[in-house]
């Protein structure tokens, strides 16, 4: 196995009532605050008002940035940049989901350069090496954005969606109170829990030889998201159930199950071709992406990782033909996400043909290959796409 880094120095206040702690965390960094936020669900919850509250507890000047949207767009990440310039902000408030918190990292790096925050994705790859310091306060359980240096922005002149890891985007405190998750919808809750089941297996379906410790890891990842997302749907105030997914992904992308692995990912750069063009829910594309890719990655060379994942996940019988196992797993994972979680299995439910699957395929492996589990040409992602129609 290769020799890796861990280092995710972000300090998390988890558990409800943490709030009263956010005007000396944030006092730590400065004196002026933006605060930005999506479309006001959290005045809805009475969330906005505990936040403008504390700010204000605290004696901070504080300067608001909404409506960022699903999908967060260049367009508010050069606003909120802009604002960072205008007004001196010291520290940047994230309040929302993982679109909200995306955006936010992208201000605050592009309110430390003189250049278009656009250059840090496009071709010109611009160097990540400074941020404003950034606190997150979670609302939804999905893309682990509160507890990782990524992000993802879309741009709909070119229609491009790309992420993006830099140290310096990491948040430095971020709160997590399942309560604040209670209001989010039946679908958003299942989509949040396709996110995080991708970014386990990314990182889980992989041939080097591996820590068992993580691999025992992903596992009970795995094993948490499936049992309590149909609780939380079920009964949305379930505080287990929403603590558990919270938890769970944070986890699930914070770096900690890498161990060194050296894989690309596949499915999210699949997905955000979709996503580029048709504006769909991250999740949701990943759910209908993934069965896919997994079945078009199945072969004898490995067969074994779908076995391991059978068995340890689903508790598939391990006394039967390796073939038999991979194929129950793959079909177990389909059950979870389209029946039990109500998902749309096609992307023909959902409005979208093969029109621009060609360019699709060729912009997320980049023009060449795709690496990852099983290395993908552009054909053998048109290929993947058309399985999902």
């Not at 709160?175 to 386990?200: K, N």
């Not at 287990?240 to 890498?258: C, D, K, P």
């Not at 580029?276 to 992406?289: E, K, M, R, S, W």
Request: with cysteine; proline share 5%.
């Amino acid at each position: 196995m290769n020799n890796f880094v861990y280092d995710i120095p972000v300090k998390v206040y988890f558990g409800e009532n943490q709030l009263q702690h956010l005007g000396e965390e944030l006092s730590k960094f400065g004196t002026r605050v933006l605060l930005t936020y999506g479309g006001g669900s959290i005045k809805k919850i009475g969330l906005y008002d505990k936040v403008i509250a504390e700010i204000e507890r605290a004696g901070l000047e504080v300067f608001e940035l909404s409506g960022i949207e699903p999908n967060p767009r260049i367009d508010s990440v050069r606003r909120g940049a802009q604002m960072c310039k205008d007004h001196n902000i010291d520290v940047l408030l994230a309040v929302g989901g993982g679109s909200t918190l995306d955006a936010t990292k992208f201000m605050a790096a592009g309110a430390c350069v003189d250049h278009d925050p656009w250059d840090f994705l496009s071709e010109k790859w611009a160097p990540i090496t400074k941020a404003l310091p950034i606190v997150t306060i979670l609302t939804l359980s999905a893309t682990g954005s509160e507890m990782d240096p990524g992000g993802v922005i879309s741009n709909p002149e070119t229609q491009d969606k790309i992420g993006r890891l830099a140290a310096p985007m990491l948040p430095k405190v971020s709160f997590l109170d399942p309560t604040l998750t209670y209001s989010v919808s039946p679908y958003q809750t299942a989509c949040g829990s396709a996110d995080m089941i991708s970014h386990i297996l990314e990182v889980y379906f992989n041939m080097e030889q591996d820590l068992y410790m993580l691999d025992c890891f992903m596992e009970g990842l795995l094993k948490t998201i499936i049992k309590f997302t149909p609780v939380a749907i079920e009964k949305p105030d379930d505080y287990e159930a929403r603590a558990n997914l919270m938890w769970a992904s944070s986890w699930a992308i914070n770096g900690f199950v890498n161990g060194g692995k050296r894989l690309a990912w596949s499915c999210h750069p699949i997905e955000h071709e979709l996503s580029a063009i048709y504006d769909i829910t991250h999740g949701l594309g990943l759910a209908i992406v993934t069965p896919r890719w997994l079945e078009y990655c199945l072969d004898e060379t490995t067969v074994s990782k779908y076995v391991q994942f059978g068995v340890n996940v689903f508790d598939i019988d391990p006394n039967q033909e390796p073939m038999a196992i991979a194929h129950q797993a793959i079909d177990r994972l389909s059950e979870f996400l389209f029946d039990t979680l109500g998902l749309s299995r096609t992307l023909t439910e959902i409005g979208i043909t093969a029109e621009h699957f060609p360019i699709m395929a060729k912009k997320a492996c980049g023009g060449k290959i795709l690496p990852g589990f099983k290395h993908l040409t552009p054909a053998d992602v048109e290929k993947i796409f058309e399985m999902c129609l």
